[in-house]
């Protein structure tokens, strides 16, 4: 009764949302006020149903209802609760609708804080936001409905994924997908204003909020996808250019470079075309993503499922949704481009080039991901681009991204002086060089080549702190009184902005220690034995069973050692879940501000002592990987929190208008 | 004003840009949806293997050549840890050594030691022995498009067939395991 509940609050979301991408599109084309006033409320029907969906297929898992396929194929009486929850979202089907509850929720968000927009333009964003809601919904109810039901109905289900069994792997898909989705806020927006003919700094404002908070979402998502993949897939290594971490990655670059467009199209009133561009292909990305994975097009350890049909229905949607967006920008764009004019130096031209950077870096990453693709697709076999291939091409991209972010931070709008702009940057500059060249040495490496990968490691972290730091002196400079009181004065979007750059070097300091230093061991231990990696030893206790509630574990004890004192102890594991059958490795990880110490069991080395084959790794640094990202989401926070959204979103629509509008470009 | 309008053509070509792009991208996918595996002749089938001496990945001071494997059929595998599609290949790979029929040899392509080793310890390990291509000449020799391709070797020293892209259950019953069969009787 409850999956037929369920199956029926999706054809009438799939009713509503027809509704809502049709009428209050065609109302504002003609300008029908009773049919742009539709918008609002079918967008919140639609979420209402969606949410009656999903809850019936949440309540389908945790009562272990085995009647529905896709609970019998993805869960079974054993596994956790919370487990059971999550599995709603672990297979294909619940994904989908996870991704169209997404979707529900953002156009509801939209619907309820847009009182200050035009009627019109509200009726065209929610409009196009429909029509995206209904292919999907089509989607999920034609090739993968998840409340399938299965007779005769099995005693017990197959167990979910052991992969997935993980909080890492619970929260990743959520966060990841409120990004993917949430830019189609911007999508839609960018289409409406093609659509209206209206393209101003007003719309930038308007966009600038929810893309940021896509941006957010999307960098959580990766960064917990990336960290699950850290100790989970038990080698310590955390990104794999795997096509469906590229997937994740190109929606993320393209957004980045959405969000500096948009806030040079709000101050400036320039960008304009590249702006409405962006914010199209930051969700066609998505769209992309979600493509590359669920039609088994790439290979991929995350393909859980792989349906050429299912491939076909979403190529036809993205052929409708990107093509036809595309197209609309082809015809239209002209007629909103009037740029306003800006010096070859100036703030303008550095953030023009990190947006052309950043789109080659999305270009060259895309094209990593597809070149196995378009290789079979001419019959020249199949292959995979390994990291090889992304890592030489991405890491000069980013090195020229990070030089440019430094100039970019300081630089002045419309025009930046080059003897005033040298004047501020010749101290950073200098302390970079000197920093970058003196620490690997005084770090103690000597091979010309580490030293090398070091400096430029290091170079481009001290080079953005440095930069940042003129920056904020730069500001006060003017202002009187003590030095809280004038930082206090900075608007929260400048400390947004420092804090996302400020994350940047973070990461990048992660990343080049963690690659300049980490240590690894490979060794068959017997009980008794000790083995160093950096300033740490592990001792290897013993071997226990364990009992979990779904797999049987061989739960190993080690001692953590650092001057021959014991820190603490360590409990790696290997799980076999019983209903797959399937071996899994849980690491255990000594985690700290300067480092992970992680040990992982490999197999059982049949030689009567109780041999085990071990992986022990020292990983420096790793931390600020996270550490960088959660900075980075913390600027994006501080920038939505800035002070002029709070006050627009209290202003009438028209006061805003009146006040801020640009002139409209001539047809 | 003929020099505006040209200006005004460019840009509109410049602003259909993506739309082709995306035309080109979205006409690969639909080839790519149907798509399997395909083999190629290569110029190297019907010819002897080339020569290496190279390192193995278990004893790296131990320099293997192609004499070492003279007088069997044997089949040579080009993997590698940061290889994706590898991995759909293996188990297949790890099913067909336990029959004992032909070794496999891997060739560990363009790989780092510590990241094979782990590779093969967390998938499993099919291989006689893995040779290290660590920076791939070896693979250039052998006209290596990508990674993974799986070379059949006769006894004679002779590449009989070769297969890229992953191994696929069809392709080993259909065509690999009939040809060993063949190579063997020869």
């Given amino acids: ?667 | 004003m003929f020099n505006e309008k040209r200006i005004a053509m460019k840009k509109k070509l410049l602003l259909l840009l993506p739309l082709l792009i995306f035309a080109v991208l979205a006409s690969f996918f639909v080839v790519g949806l149907d798509r399997n595996p395909r083999e190629i002749p290569s110029p190297l089938v019907g010819k002897p293997l080339p020569e290496f001496s190279l390192p193995t990945l278990d004893a790296p001071e131990q320099i293997v050549t192609k004499e070492r494997f003279a007088g069997q059929v044997w089949l040579l595998n080009v993997w590698a840890s940061w290889c994706v599609s590898c991995r759909s290949e293996h188990p297949l790979l790890l099913e067909y050594a336990k029959t004992n029929e032909t070794p496999i040899i891997g060739l560990n392509y363009k790989d780092k030691m510590p990241d094979a080793k782990a590779w093969l310890q967390r998938y499993g390990n099919p291989y006689e022995m893995s040779i290290v291509d660590a920076d791939g000449r070896f693979g250039i020799d052998l006209g290596v498009y990508g990674v993974p391709e799986t070379f059949l070797i006769g006894k004679n020293g002779i590449i009989s067939y070769k297969h890229i892209g992953p191994i696929t259950e069809e392709s080993l019953r259909n065509i690999i395991i009939p040809k060993i069969k063949e190579l063997k009787q020869q």
């Fill in chain 1, 1 to 667: 009764m409850i999956p037929e509940i369920g199956q029926f609050a999706l054809i009438l979301a799939l009713i509503l949302a027809l509704v809502q991408g049709t009428l209050p599109l065609v109302g504002a084309a003609q300008g029908i006020p009773v049919w742009m006033f539709l918008s609002r409320r079918t967008a919140q029907g639609v979420f209402f149903f969606l949410i009656l969906a999903f809850g019936c297929l949440i309540y389908s898992f945790i009562v272990n209802d085995f009647s529905v396929l896709n609970v019998a194929s993805n869960s079974n009486t054993q596994l956790p609760l919370h487990y059971r929850i999550a599995a709603s979202w672990g297979s294909h089907e619940g994904s989908i609708l996870m991704w169209v509850f997404m979707l529900g929720l953002w156009s509801c968000a939209v619907s309820v804080f847009s009182r200050h927009l035009p009627e019109e333009v509200v009726a065209r964003v929610l409009g196009v936001m429909g029509l995206v809601t209904a292919g999907l919904l089509l989607f999920l109810l034609f090739t993968s409905n998840p409340f399938e039901r299965l007779f005769p109905v099995p005693t017990e289900g197959r167990d979910l994924n052991p992969l997935l069994q993980d909080p890492g792997m619970v929260l990743h898909p959520p966060m990841l997908y409120m990004g993917y989705v949430g830019f189609s806020v911007a999508f839609a927006f960018a289409v409406a204003a093609l659509l209206g003919g209206r393209l101003d700094a007003t719309w930038a404002r308007w966009s600038r909020p929810w893309t940021t908070v896509a941006w957010c979402f999307l960098t959580v998502g990766i960064m917990i996808g990336s960290w699950w993949a850290y100790y989970e897939l038990g080698w310590g290594g955390w990104w794999f250019w795997d096509p469906v971490e590229n997937a994740s990655l190109l929606p993320w670059l393209i957004g980045t470079a959405l969000i500096h467009s948009l806030a040079v199209t709000e101050k400036r009133g320039t960008f304009k075309i590249w702006t409405v561009l962006l914010a199209i292909c930051a969700f066609s990305l998505s769209l992309l993503g979600t493509f590359l994975v669920r039609s088994g097009v790439l290979t991929s350890v995350h393909a859980f499922t792989t349906d050429p049909r299912r491939g076909l229905f979403i190529l036809v949607f993205l052929g409708l949704v990107i093509g036809g967006s595309l197209a609309l920008f082809a015809f239209r764009a002209p007629r909103v481009g009037t740029q306003g004019k800006f010096e070859f130096i100036s703030r303008e031209t550095a953030l023009l080039c990190n947006n052309i950077l950043l789109a080659v870096a999305c270009g060259t990453v895309l094209l990593g991901t597809l070149y196995p693709l378009f290789l079979d697709a001419l019959n020249l076999g199949k292959i995979s681009v390994g990291p090889p291939y992304f890592e030489a091409v991405f890491v000069p991209i980013m090195a020229l991204l990070i030089v440019l972010m430094g100039i970019g931070a300081i630089a002045r709008w419309k025009e930046s002086p080059l003897a005033e702009l040298w004047e501020k940057l010749r101290a950073p500059l200098a302390v970079t060089v000197v920093c970058a060249v003196a620490l690997p040495l005084i770090l103690g490496r000597t091979h010309w080549q580490s030293v090398a990968l070091l400096a430029l490691g290091f170079g481009m972290a001290f080079w953005i702190i440095t930069t940042l730091i003129v920056s904020v002196t730069d500001r006060l400079r003017h202002l009187q009184g003590g030095l809280w009181y004038k930082l206090q004065r900075q608007p929260l979007s400048f400390w947004g902005m420092w804090f996302a750059h400020f994350g940047v070097a973070i990461f990048i300091i992660g990343v080049t220690v963690v690659k300049g230093f980490e240590a690894e061991r490979d060794v068959r231990m017997t009980p008794g034995d000790v083995i160093s990696v950096g300033d740490y030893a592990f001792r290897f206790v013993g071997i226990e069973d364990r009992q979990g509630p779904n797999y049987h574990a061989a739960r190993g004890t080690f001692e953590l050692l650092k001057d021959d004192k014991k820190v603490r102890n360590l409990y790696p594991e290997k799980r076999m879940y019983f209903a797959h059958g399937m071996p899994m490795t849980e690491a255990a990880i000594d985690s700290g501000f300067f480092g992970d110490r992680y040990v992982s069991l490999g197999e059982e080395i049949n030689d009567g002592k109780g041999s085990w084959s071990v992986r022990v790794y020292y990983k420096p640094f790793i931390t600020w990987l996270w550490g960088g990202c959660i900075l980075m989401t913390l600027g994006g926070v501080l920038a939505l929190s800035d002070r002029r959204y709070r006050v627009y979103a209290r202003k009438p629509a028209k006061e805003l208008l009146a006040g801020h509008t640009l002139p409209r470009p001539a047809h």
